[in-house]
Nanobody, 127 residues
Framework: QVELVESGGGLVQPGGSLRLSCTASGFTFRTYAMGWFRQAPGKEREFVSSATASGWSGWRTYYADSVKGRFTIARDNAKSTVYLQMNSLKPEDTAVYYC?????????????????WGMGTQVTVSS
């Protein structure tokens, strides 16, 4: 049974930081690309970041332009966990953040390419 469990969300002031975690089970983690998406109220789900499956030289990372330079994705295959370090948070980063896993080697920013999803964790950036 596949399961993705996100944690680490919460309320933070603008300019602050949070680290999201997503722990996976039920599949061979290192062979799956892992992604983070978010959905704000009244808006469509949007791509945030992804890390490709692990190859012999490691993995590649991708970021939405809106988070580039502020967010960092990392994966720990030994722990079947993917992280999203979020720095310099802005009110517009407020959303439910979802972790996703998929067997894909392209189109990492497309939600419909991912096979499994977590339930999400709320991130609120407000003073």
């Amino acid at each position: 049974q596949v399961e993705l469990v996100e944690s680490g969300g919460g309320l933070v002031q603008p300019g602050g930081s949070l680290r999201l975690s997503c722990t996976a089970s039920g599949f061979t983690f290192r062979t799956y690309a892992m992604g983070w998406f978010r959905q704000a109220p009244g808006k469509e789900r949007e791509f945030v970041s992804s890390a490709t499956a692990s190859g012999w030289s490691g993995w590649r990372t991708y970021y939405a332009d809106s988070v580039k330079g502020r967010f960092t994705i990392a994966r720990d295959n030994a722990k079947s966990t993917v992280y999203l370090q979020m720095n310099s948070l802005k009110p517009e980063d407020t959303a439910v953040y979802y972790c996703a896993a998929g067997l894909l080697d392209r189109d990492y920013d497309r939600a419909d390419e991912y096979d499994y999803w977590g339930m999400g964790t709320q991130v609120t950036v407000s003073s």
